[in-house]
């Protein structure tokens, strides 16, 4: 179960970085934070509009949810790891 997310992660992870890079900003302005757009401007209707834009909001959320179940799977793994290794002597 664990590496079925992993796997899911990085094929999440590897999407955003391909598609962020191939989006296009509409102006001939630096794109990504160093934009002049502010905040309300990427929130008004214009900037959902666009289908990659939404398939990138998308997919940042579901990195960021994979990414703590991730983190607290791998956390219940060290533990058990951790006891076991007590119980055994080797710590």
Same mark, same amino acid.
Request: proline content about 0%.
């Given at each position: 179960m664990y590496q079925t997310f992993l796997v899911i992660f990085?094929?999440?992870?590897?999407?955003l970085i391909v598609l962020i890079m191939l989006q296009q900003n509409k102006d001939n302005d630096s794109g990504g *934070?160093? @934009?002049? !757009? @502010? +905040?309300?401007? *990427? +929130? @008004? @209707?214009g900037g959902f509009n666009d289908?990659?834009? !939404? +398939?990138?909001?998308?997919l940042a959320i579901l990195f960021f949810l994979l990414s703590l179940l991730l983190g607290n799977m791998n956390s219940k793994q060290n533990q058990k790891y951790i006891q076991s290794s007590v119980q055994n002597g080797q710590f």
């Open positions: 990085v094929i999440i992870a590897v999407t *934070m160093f @934009s002049n !757009r @502010s +905040l309300s401007d *990427m +929130l @008004s @209707s289908g990659i834009t !939404r +398939l990138i909001v998308i």
